[in-house]
């Protein structure tokens, strides 16, 4: 390290987002996706020193801003987490949305600040609500995402025949009813939904090789979502977990996962672009989601979601190496 690490923590929906704001060296020019490769093979150990203990641990997420090459765009943000470098965050969206209100990175303007962000797969739009000069609630509108193979089933010891859908909001998912499980949210603790989600996610990417009309470094499948199944419009909330990443937690509803679920729904015909619906997450947060648009992905019926949260500031901090702090790089208890 050339110099200590400076961050500020946020959290959206009790999913904690660590957005680094010094200390990383200057990065390459070129497109988001070369940024994202050139952080994986260079500069690694800076994930570690501040996603692992003893700064982070092992459901800590991060967001590291960097120079944008899309026109147009107010900031470009690689995103980070347990195993390494993901494409697209919704809950670090609906946090760095208001962050750029309230660092100006962008001009503050009431009622709604726009806030365009470069992603690794593609441009998100933000909407900041801004009243009497505060941020308050945020909202994003995704990039195009589809439904990419519906109602596959697959054979998953111990749990028997599981039947699944892989949609794309920004990262691909597996979605399954958690009841294939012998789930039940509120009942059975969080390490039964992180056991079968792991084993979906491993069983589903041998089963189903992905590609995606963009880029191939976006296909790839970012980790599973298991829900209450009540997948048909209601105006109940329906309840999900996200699994992703190294058997990673997600404690908000996940953006890109409400963002995917969204688009499975519609290729469905279980909601309409008119129709709103609440995702609850494992710990009671709470995301509203909608179909924005039609659109499509290459060969893709596809949509554009909104998504909408509140995003909260947990603290500031500077992080330092010791020469000799032979744990210092960071490490995880598994």
Same mark, same amino acid.
């Given at each position: 390290m050339a110099a200590p690490l400076s961050v500020i923590d946020m959290h959206t929906g009790g999913e904690p987002l660590r957005i680094i704001t010094g200390g990383?060296?200057?990065?390459?020019?070129?497109?988001?996706?070369?940024?994202? $490769?050139?952080?994986?093979?260079?500069l690694d150990a800076l994930r570690k020193i501040l996603m692992f203990e003893p700064?982070?641990?092992?459901? @800590?997420?991060?967001?590291?801003?960097? =120079?944008?090459?899309?026109p147009g765009a107010d900031l470009a943000v690689l995103f980070m987490h347990n195993e390494g470098y993901s494409t697209m965050c919704g809950h670090a969206i609906i946090a760095l949305g208001?962050?750029?209100?309230?660092?100006?990175?962008?001009?503050?303007? =009431?009622?709604?600040?726009?806030?365009?962000? =470069?992603?690794?797969?593609?441009?998100?739009v933000a909407s900041v609500e801004v009243k009497d000069g505060k941020s308050a609630s945020v909202s994003f509108e995704s990039v195009?995402? *589809?439904? *990419?193979?519906?109602?596959?089933?697959?054979?998953?010891?111990?749990?028997g025949d599981v039947t699944f859908d892989v949609a794309y909001g920004g990262a691909y998912y597996a979605l399954a009813h958690c009841g294939q499980f012998g789930l039940e949210f509120g009942r059975d603790p969080a390490r039964k939904f992180i056991e079968a989600a792991t084993l979906l996610t491993e069983?589903?990417?041998d089963a189903v090789p992905l590609t995606h009309p963009d880029h191939s470094d976006l296909a790839f499948l970012y980790g599973s979502i298991l829900t209450d199944g009540l997948d048909n419009w209601s105006e109940a909330p329906t309840k999900n977990v996200c699994i992703f990443a190294d058997a990673q937690l997600d404690r908000s509803p996940t953006g890109s996962?409400?963002? $995917?679920?969204?688009?499975? @729904?519609?290729?469905?015909?279980?909601?309409?672009?008119? =129709?709103?619906?609440? *995702?609850? #997450?494992?710990?009671? /947060?709470?995301?509203?989601?909608?179909? $924005? #648009?039609?659109?499509?992905?290459?060969?893709?019926?596809?949509?554009?979601?909104?998504? /909408?949260?509140? $995003?909260?500031? #947990?603290?500031?901090?500077e992080f330092i190496v010791e020469d000799d702090d032979p744990l210092g790089q960071g490490f995880l208890v598994l």
């Open positions: 990383y060296p200057a990065l390459p020019k070129g497109t988001i996706l070369e940024k994202r $490769a050139y952080v994986r093979d260079n700064r982070g641990h092992f459901d @800590m997420y991060g967001a590291l801003l960097v =120079e944008p090459n899309l208001r962050y750029a209100v309230d660092y100006g990175l962008v001009e503050k303007v =009431e009622p709604v600040t726009t806030v365009r962000i =470069e992603c690794p797969c593609g441009m998100v195009p995402a *589809f439904l *990419f193979a519906g109602d596959r089933t697959i054979h998953l010891p111990p749990y069983a589903v990417k996962g409400v963002t $995917a679920r969204l688009a499975a @729904m519609h290729a469905k015909g279980q909601i309409h672009a008119t =129709e709103a619906r609440i *995702f609850e #997450s494992i710990v009671g /947060s709470r995301f509203a989601g909608a179909v $924005a #648009s039609l659109t499509r992905a290459g060969p893709f019926d596809a949509i554009t979601a909104r998504v /909408s949260g509140h $995003a909260y500031y #947990s603290g500031k901090a």
